[in-house]
């Protein structure tokens, strides 16, 4: 990837749609397409094959869920494709499709979160450079409605370190929002794949994988 990463910008909101393309061009991406339709994001996806791109879930012509869809399209014919989705409202069926294929560079946002500018732009890098991104929303109502079994046998630790991984954050983040060693991170998330029935494997696979069992998805 480039220091200045192609994106795509699929928002049916032409003030909402330059205002993202303005500040992520501001904050060093190449915006390469900012499109308003789902046909439209389809044929840009292809034609640049974007390190990234931020995609509103309603789009016309359906304005139901044609964002979603052209992504999760977008991501089987070219696999690993990093898409950040942006949500009005948090759908717990749209974060599982996302991760639903285990490669990670996935993202999913409540529309709110893009006015804090920092953290935003932080997660759409995030999302450029492999990693999985939950709103913490999401992962917030996800939560209290889900005591699945395979999280009966993680400690109340362990699952505050799982819901950070599901925020996205590196273990070096974890161990400052929860004031201890970068150390005691490792061994609570080895301890999280061992409890989950997670092999060796590459280390973001696993951690969506383990992200996947957090959002109860089989």
Same mark, same amino acid.
């Given at each position: ?12 909101? !032409? +003030? &909402?749609? *330059? ?5 992520? /061009? ?7 397409? =900012?499109? #308003? ?70 993202? !999913? +946002? &409540?529309? *709110? ?5 920092? /953290? ?7 999302? =450029?450079? #492999? ?88």
């Amino acid at each position: 990837m480039s220091d200045r990463p192609k994106t795509v910008v699929a928002e049916d909101q !032409y +003030l &909402l749609r *330059d205002g993202l393309t303005h500040l992520l /061009q501001a904050h060093g991406f190449d915006v390469v397409a =900012a499109v #308003g339709s789902g046909p439209e994001l389809a044929a840009a996806l292809r034609a640049h094959r974007p390190d990234v791109s931020i995609v509103d879930v309603r789009m016309p012509p359906t304005n139901t869920d044609e964002g979603l869809q052209v992504a999760l399209a977008a991501r089987r014919e070219i696999p690993g494709l990093p898409i950040l989705v942006l949500s009005q409202h948090v759908e717990q069926l749209y974060a599982r499709e996302l991760l639903a294929d285990g490669t990670g560079a996935i993202g !999913y +946002l &409540l529309k *709110d979160r893009v006015f804090n500018a920092g /953290q935003f732009v932080d997660a759409v890098r995030r999302v =450029a450079d #492999g990693g999985t991104v939950m709103d913490p929303e999401v992962i917030a109502k996800l939560v209290a409605g889900n005591a699945s079994d395979p999280l009966v046998a993680l400690t109340p630790r362990e699952r505050e370190v799982l819901g950070l991984m599901a925020e996205g954050c590196s273990n070096a983040a974890i161990a400052a929002r929860l004031h201890f060693s970068e150390g005691a991170v490792g061994k609570h998330t080895a301890n999280i794949f061992a409890k989950l029935g997670i092999t060796a494997s590459d280390d973001t696979n696993r951690r969506v994988l383990a992200v996947l069992a957090y959002l109860g998805a089989s």
